[in-house]
């Protein structure tokens, strides 16, 4: 998983002072996150939708386990959650590179 705090404190002492992304920028545009639990194929899985400001829904790949005696909702929360959040770098940096 990338910390993106890491990264943006990087930027700031390398002095990368021209036009980016920050964590700041995409959660001031996050409306709503919903969860999702779905047993397939005897398998449980999490998924997180993060609704933007623009009602678009962003949705990462899904949390999992392999032993259903570990699995633990306050843990598939924070894997999905990143697993969606890393997916708006990217719909965001295109925006911004689009003009949109």
Known sequence: MQDCAKVEEM????KCDGDK????LINSRIAEVDYQTVT???????FCGIKMDNGFVVVGKPATCIDPANWRD???QKIS???AYSEIW?????????GA
Request: cysteine-free; overall charge neutral.
């Open 21 to 24: 992304i920050t964590s700041e």
């Open 90 to 98: 990217k719909l965001e940096a295109y925006r911004k590179l689009s």
């Open 40 to 46: 397939i194929a005897g398998q449980k899985l999490m």
């Open 11 to 14: 930027m700031k002492d390398l």
């Open 74 to 76: 306050e843990i598939g």
């Open 81 to 83: 959650y990143d697993n």
